[in-house]
């Protein structure tokens, strides 16, 4: 089995504020993935990575950006926080393509914009 | 525009009694169907899912219905039970190739009473 690694579990900051959130995974899956859950509006994919240093956006990427630094990690920007950017954000992995793909996720990280 | 519809957004059931939870989708080329069950405080887990040659699909007290024909899908929890709480979430893709993108309804908040 692996795990997925979410840091921090709580990010405060600021508004106008450069945050990033980190993800790690040790299954060693090539795909990694953002979403965004919002109360009541389901997973929104953010960013995803097929592989080391790969970068495809999602539904929901503008004003974020993405970095796969290496295969077990992958991190995300929140560019300049807003208010309404309060959300919980969920780092996803899974082996790649093919069949049906299971994706494992990590516990989210909740951010609070002030 | 939705791609994947949950209803109802919230269900109520004694312990004991069937949960019936429903999908439908829009795009036709949808052709894997899992539903990831979520717990508070934790990221989503698969629990069942079913690819569209198949008309049903059993694990234990967890069932999918698909109809192809309608794209709508169900999924029933018979002999509910008060630690199946939770938020279920359906979600749609193309399985294969080069489409990483899976895409999840809004979800069905869960409460069995005990």
């Known amino acids: 089995g692996g795990i997925i690694t979410q840091t921090p579990k709580f990010l405060i900051g600021q508004e106008g504020q450069k945050l990033t959130l980190k993800c790690q995974q040790n299954f060693n899956h090539d795909t990694m993935y953002w979403y965004r859950q919002d109360s009541g509006k389901g997973l929104r994919l953010i960013y995803y990575?097929?592989?080391?240093?790969?970068?495809q956006k999602g539904d929901l990427s503008e004003g974020y950006d993405a970095s796969r630094e290496k295969k077990s990690s992958f991190s995300l920007t929140v560019t300049s926080a807003q208010k309404n950017e309060m959300a919980v954000f969920l780092c996803?992995?899974?082996?790649?393509?093919?069949?049906?793909?299971?994706?494992?996720f990590g516990e989210g990280s909740r951010l609070i914009v002030v | 525009q939705q791609q994947v519809r949950q209803s109802p957004q919230s269900l109520t059931v004694w312990e004991g009694e069937t949960a019936i939870l429903n999908c439908s989708y829009e795009d036709s080329t949808f052709n894997y169907f899992p539903w990831y069950q979520q717990f508070p405080g934790e990221g989503p887990a698969l629990l069942i899912s079913i690819r569209s040659v198949s008309d049903k699909k059993e694990d234990g007290r967890f069932t999918i219905f698909f109809n192809k024909r309608e794209k709508k899908l169900s999924l029933h929890i018979t002999d509910s039970q008060p630690g199946d709480s939770a938020t279920y979430f359906c979600a749609a893709r193309i399985s294969g190739g080069s489409n990483y993108k899976l895409t999840f309804g809004k979800g069905t908040l869960l409460t069995v009473t005990p």
């Open positions: 996803a992995s899974s082996v790649g393509t093919g069949g049906g793909n299971t994706l494992y």
């Open positions: 990575s097929i592989t080391e240093n790969d970068l």
